[in-house]
T-cell receptor, first 111, second 114 residues
């Protein structure tokens, strides 16, 4: 039973446009939500987080939105750049140090 | 500074053999984690070490899997009597205790069981 779901395995966006990556979760007790980015043959890299007490967190071109009533979060990348092409994983912290990851969405940003 | 390192980067083993995977965390990080990623799947939590506390082993899939962390630094993940379904990329991560959600990952060990 997947507690963190990324229903889109892939997304293609034109350079300069907005990329929106979506994630749904089932457990309302999660305290923290994260986005990680992964390039081929490398480990994931932490990108941005959001606490369950907030609904938005922004860091440069990256913004994460949290809708607790819908158990949904999204990552917005504006403007998208070709170097953003990677697999993006949504994750939730089940307990300290114990993260549950989604299956990932492969983002392709075309020049 | 140096990131998380893992060895070997690739390991091919025969079904039934034991394997050991090594992780060197970032210096000063007290928390260490093991995950695995099977083909087409997300990262699956295996085990979490924090300082001298008892590890969180809740993600280990069977008693064939075990992990140790010696001296609060290097960790070894051992898989006994490997099976083909153990084939995956095994990822290690480390973090500071107070920011356990911000984990720094190594490049992984690709394990293939033939």
């Amino acid at each position: 039973d997947q507690q963190v779901k990324q229903n889109s395995p892939s997304l293609s966006v034109q350079e300069g446009r907005i990329s929106i990556l979506n994630c749904d979760y089932t457990n309302s007790m999660f305290d923290y939500f994260l986005w990680y980015k992964k390039y081929p043959a490398e480990g994931p890299t932490f990108l941005i987080s959001i606490s369950s007490i907030k609904d938005k967190n922004e860091d440069g071109r990256f913004t994460v939105f949290l809708n607790k009533s819908a158990k949904h979060l999204s990552l917005h990348i504006v403007p998208s750049q070709p170097g953003d092409s990677a697999v993006y994983f949504c994750a939730a912290e089940r307990s300290q140090g114990n993260l549950i990851f989604g299956k990932g969405t492969k983002l392709s940003v075309k020049p | 500074g140096a990131g998380v390192s893992q060895s070997p980067s690739n390991k091919v083993t025969e079904k039934g053999k034991d394997v050991e995977l090594r992780c060197d965390p970032i210096s000063g990080h007290t928390a260490l984690y093991w995950y695995r990623q099977s083909l087409g799947q997300g990262l699956e939590f295996l085990i979490y070490f924090q300082g001298n506390s008892a590890p969180d082993k809740s993600g280990l899939p069977s008693d064939r899997f075990s992990a140790e962390r010696t001296g609060g630094s290097v960790s070894t993940l051992t898989i006994q009597r490997t099976q083909q379904e153990d084939s995956a990329v095994y990822l290690c991560a480390s973090s500071l205790a107070e920011t356990s959600y911000e984990q720094y990952f190594g490049p992984g060990t690709r394990l293939t069981v033939t």
